[in-house]
């Protein structure tokens, strides 16, 4: 896959705007792209922007980093702006993870790394974990309240 796809929809009082990247490093860029379109929408302020791309980044990588071994794999982002709140989702296909309770990955927690998921809980105002597209993967959805 060498290719991104986006579309666009109306949600009730809101947009979804939904991307598809290659499980690829490089390509993490454009959710961060897609999420800055998106705050000129709502004029987010610069620091709140800084946050949501930080925590976006950081989904986006460990889908990246976890899902695939080989990095032949997508990542479906998906970004609901309604007037009170951004809702992200970032999900993979990849075997999955469960996350410990003070927000690392399981098999992270002795390594380099493993803070992606304690990053996204202190930005965020919701975060909840699930499976991903037909029950196999991971989903990762948090949810800024604006």
Same mark, same amino acid.
């Not at 961060?32 to 987010?44: I, Q």
């Not at 702006?81 to 003070?102: N, Q, S, T, W």
């Not at 990955?105 to 809980?121: F, K, N, Q």
């Given at each position: ?7 666009? *929809?109306?949600? /009730?009082?809101?947009? +979804? ?8 490093? *490089?390509?993490?860029? %454009? $959710? ?8 000129? +929408?709502?004029?987010? $302020? ?7 791309? %930080? ?7 460990? $889908? ?15 970004? *609901?702006?309604?007037?009170? =709140? ?14 410990? /309770?003070?927000? =690392? ?6 390594? *380099? ?22 029950? =196999? ?10």
């Amino acid at each position: 896959m060498n290719e991104y796809v986006a579309s666009s *929809e109306d949600a /009730a009082g809101g947009r +979804v705007v939904y991307l598809t990247i290659p499980a690829k490093p *490089e390509y993490i860029t %454009l $959710s961060r792209l897609a999420l800055s379109g998106l705050a000129r +929408v709502r004029a987010f $302020s610069e620091d709140t922007l800084a946050d949501l791309k %930080l925590a976006l980044t950081e989904a986006c990588s460990n $889908s990246v980093r976890h899902a695939y071994d080989q990095g032949e794999g997508r990542v479906d982002i998906s970004f *609901e702006l309604l007037d009170d =709140r951004l809702i992200v989702e970032v999900a993979d296909d990849g075997p999955g993870f469960e996350p410990a /309770a003070d927000g =690392r990955a399981i098999e992270d927690e002795l390594s *380099e790394g493993g803070l992606g998921i304690a990053i996204i809980r202190s930005i965020a105002d919701e975060v909840e974990f699930g499976d991903g597209p037909e029950g =196999r993967g991971s989903r990762l959805r948090f949810v800024k309240l604006l």
